[in-house]
């Protein structure tokens, strides 16, 4: 039987909300999801037959249901839904629930759950790909840990309204710097009206294309003026300088983002709870994401120990809170306590060596590099990094640090990187 599709509209078609082109060019339709699956047949009949399947046929598969899941939108037609963000939806509020069922099972989930998020973060890693796994998992443990506090400790009445708003307050202080850390690290492009010319090092090879560009560097040299500089000074800093992958000349401290694929000024590194890389122009907005965070979820902490555990003292309920399992919400609240816990001693260690990499004016890419390359002076087990190049002091460190955002330009010329 002959298949037959749709082709992509053409200009000024606009696709409904239910419409989406999908991975072949084609203009398809939501409610035809389950339909004309020639990759999933053909896998299911070679099944069948007991035949060998082919080399990618499970890589199909996962391509056309990727492809199909997607949701209606008002504007541009359905949109594709990223398959990494429904674990967490799933996985959390079925292991806390779990958890509380017994202590000895909130043990082994607990300590089960940071072992599976490193593990995939392991995986992850290794193959150098976007995620949005993490940054599901962080959003939707405010959303659900906060619902859980509304729903579960302030009808208890231990909550009064005025400590109720600084939780949402919080909550809200977070969401918004993260929003405004989503907003862009400071991508490098280069300045397309200051382009001066063009050096070629490494003529290409006789009989080969010149587009092939094997083993050549070729550098854009970009001038806000004519300068009296020496060709040779400005071609040997372009080619240390230059990205082959954006095409650009880094200023100094720029990095390449491998995961993100792109120069990203003052890199400082990719962080996967929010699914970007911390720059120049979000690392401020970062940190304060960090801050907020840290400073609601310690006082929701405190204030959900002081509702199931009265009796006890705050640093104390936290390990021995007698009678807690014996009602699930109030064993409910308590697991949820130890996995804001978790999650807070964690951030908390981050927060405290963005600080001091801050203090030093050290990036966690240039400390990273300097221990590996045994020019920096560490202390604490590689907690505290000081290469020396770039510190002034810490007052004048953190001064640079707080006015570095607005500083951002997106086009660089060559006088900056000399």
Known sequence: MKRRT???PEEGDTLCCCEYVNRRGERSHVAACCCDCEDLDDACDRFLKREPQKDDSVSKVADVLTDRIRVPWLWG??????LSIIPPL???????HIAALHFL?????LTALPVLVLWYYYVTHRKKGQTLFFLSLALFSLVYTYYLFVTVVVPRGDVGIAQLALVT???????????????????LRPNQEAIHSTVTYYSPLP???????????????????QRGASESKEAENSCKNWCSVCRVVRPPRAGHCRICGVCVLRLDHHCVWINSCVGQANHLSFLLTLIFFLLTSLYGIFLVLQSVCPKQLVFTALLYCPGVYGEFSSALCFTCVWYCSLVTGGLLHLLLVQIINISYNVTEREARIALREKTAQSAFWGLIVDTRVYSRGIWINWSEFLSMGGKVTHSWTLADVV
């Open 6 to 8: 749709k082709r992509v």
């Open 77 to 82: 037609g359905a949109r594709k839904v990223d």
């Open 90 to 96: 799933i996985l959390l509020p079925v292991l806390l």
């Open 105 to 109: 099972l909130g043990v082994l989930v």
């Open 169 to 187: 307050l919080g909550l809200i202080s977070t969401l918004a710097a993260l929003v405004r850390t989503k907003r862009g690290p400071g991508v």
């Open 207 to 225: 009989d080969e294309d010149p587009a092939v560009n094997r083993g050549k560097c070729e550098v854009m040299l970009l001038t806000k003026n």
